[in-house]
Nanobody, 127 residues
């Protein structure tokens, strides 16, 4: 079982940047695709980005393409989300999660296809 802890959130002005980290426990981290999701107050949790277990493939929701970059360092058991050109509509609690199964070939985007959710880190973008 992979356990996850997010960090790096905070308050930033529109146009600014933040880098989120998700530290994982367990030797099996490197076998799982990983995802970032976010949830704003009163809204459903939505997919943000995903990365394959090897790091060779990534996928983003349209509204963050060109601004956010997901990456991972399997030696450090950590996945990152670099967020640039932040907008007020990016304000949300951000969560990382691991795919349900190891070595999954396709990148999932549905939250029910992920497990081992972290506690979340708050990102607030002021206008």
């Amino acid at each position: 079982q992979v356990q996850l802890v997010e960090s790096g959130g905070g308050l930033v002005q529109a146009g600014g940047s933040l880098r989120l980290s998700c530290a994982a426990s367990g030797r099996t981290f490197r076998t799982y695709n990983m995802g970032w999701f976010r949830q704003a107050p009163g809204k459903e949790r939505e997919f943000v980005a995903a990365i394959s277990w090897s790091g060779s493939r990534t996928y983003y929701r349209d509204s963050v393409k060109g601004r956010f970059t997901i990456s991972r360092d399997n030696a450090k058991n950590t996945v990152y989300l670099q967020m640039n050109s932040l907008k007020p509509e990016d304000t949300a609690a951000y969560y990382c999660a691991a795919d349900l199964n190891p070595y999954t070939l396709s990148l999932s985007t549905r939250h029910n296809e992920f497990k081992s959710w972290g506690q979340g880190t708050q990102v607030t973008v002021s206008s």
